[in-house]
């Protein structure tokens, strides 16, 4: 009998409601893609693009050639846009598949053609454009004045329209701080990518799936809609910052994370506990150790900085993580035994540990603690609609 130490529950029918949700507030003419890079953000990539797919999702998006294998394992046919850089002597793969891949500029579009122009059939492609992330993509000069720079760019894109074996079907890019209260930034990038495709279309361009929104994007920035948005972190809900306008769009929460108390001690004042020592209780106490830890996505900065729920209270951790052992205090927590359930995110009782908490403890984001899961941790689904 499987028993898995820790897992995480993942709740479908939230995603499905997240999802609806953010069509309910993205243009009526604009195409929906479900961002289930990075195993859907520890999710788990394959159950969460099914149910996206059957919630309203039009495309899928991704980071690397591998994510993309197991979705078609997997016999989602969906469309995939990779967003990751891709090896030229891939080509084959990237048709055998049906990807849409992402060039950077014309270095790569040329590379890529001079594989692709081999096969039977061309490469569909994105061309990323770079207008204000300093990432990766074709940078635009923030001076929408200087007509030479962007007469440049614009020569670039028709020489990779003409290019052999590339079908340019799409341009996108992605905003740097879409998410913060302060506008200007995203106004601005969003008045260059628009700018832009009114250049082209001057040209006789015309690209059929032109697309800038994320999550942020989505919620705060409706002009930014444009033949598609890209939600990511949406619609596992949880919002991009606290600087978003939660008023405008519900999200709930998909994953719960769980484990299990295994042992617990009475312990003297003055007992020392875990690696370096590093906490001396200041009492007489209980401690229960609870098997998660760093291997799990768990992470170190959580020594000693932050809390479980055991029995609908809180638990301090104690102590340092370790790769397969966390300790809580739970002398002020009557009758703890082993086999309890302890929630690392999520709620117990009226007690909610939810993402965003973990996140500010460690000074990081949501996005880092849902998708830090390794592999290990067991994930578990519920879905009301697959029955």
Not at 187 to 201: M, P, V, Y
Not at 244 to 265: E, F, G, N, Y
Not at 300 to 323: D, E, Q, W, Y
């Amino acid at each position: 009998m499987e028993y898995p130490l820790v897992r995480a529950c993942i709740d479908l029918d939230a995603i499905q409601k997240n999802i609806q949700n953010l069509k309910q507030i993205t243009d009526k003419k604009s195409k929906f893609m479900a961002v289930v890079k990075a195993d859907g953000y520890g999710h788990g990539a394959v159950k969460v693009a099914q149910k996206a797919l059957q919630s309203g999702a039009d495309w899928l998006g991704i980071a690397r050639l591998n994510e993309a294998v197991e979705l078609r394992k997997a016999g989602i046919e969906a469309l995939l846009l990779v967003f990751g850089y891709i090896h030229p002597a891939q080509a084959g793969m990237i048709n055998d598949m049906n990807l849409v891949t992402t060039v950077y500029g014309l270095k790569m579009a040329k590379a890529l053609s001079s594989k692709a122009k081999l096969l039977n059939k061309p490469i569909k492609v994105h061309l990323k454009i770079d207008t204000g992330m300093g990432r990766v993509g074709m940078v635009i000069e923030k001076n929408l004045s200087d007509k030479t720079a962007r007469k440049q760019v614009l020569k670039k894109i028709e020489e990779i329209v003409k290019l052999p074996g590339i079908d340019l079907k799409g341009l996108y890019t992605h905003f740097a701080a879409a998410d913060c209260k302060d506008r200007r930034y995203t106004d601005l990038q969003i008045e260059l990518f628009a700018s832009l495709l009114e250049d082209l279309k001057k040209k006789g361009i015309e690209l059929s799936t032109c697309h800038a929104a994320n999550s942020a994007g989505i919620i705060e920035f409706p002009g930014s809609h444009f033949d598609m948005v890209r939600a990511g972190i949406s619609i596992y809900g949880l919002y991009p910052s606290g600087e978003v306008d939660q008023s405008k769009v519900k999200l709930t929460p998909a994953m719960t994370l769980k484990s299990i108390v295994t042992a617990v001690r009475e312990v003297p004042k003055g007992f020392c506990v875990s690696y370096g020592m590093t906490h001396k209780t200041r009492k007489k106490t209980k401690l229960a150790s609870v098997p998660v830890g760093y291997a799990d996505g768990f992470s170190r900065g959580f020594s000693s900085n932050g809390t479980l729920l055991v029995k609908g209270h809180r638990a301090p951790v104690v102590g340092r993580i370790c790769m397969d052992q966390t300790m809580i205090d739970v002398g002020d927590i009557p009758d703890v035994t082993p086999g309890d359930e302890v929630v690392l995110i999520g709620s117990q009782g009226d007690e909610i540990l939810g993402a965003d908490e973990l996140a500010n403890r460690i000074n990081t984001i949501n996005y880092e603690i849902v998708s830090a899961l390794t592999p290990r941790v067991k994930r578990i689904y519920s879905d009301s609609g697959s029955g």
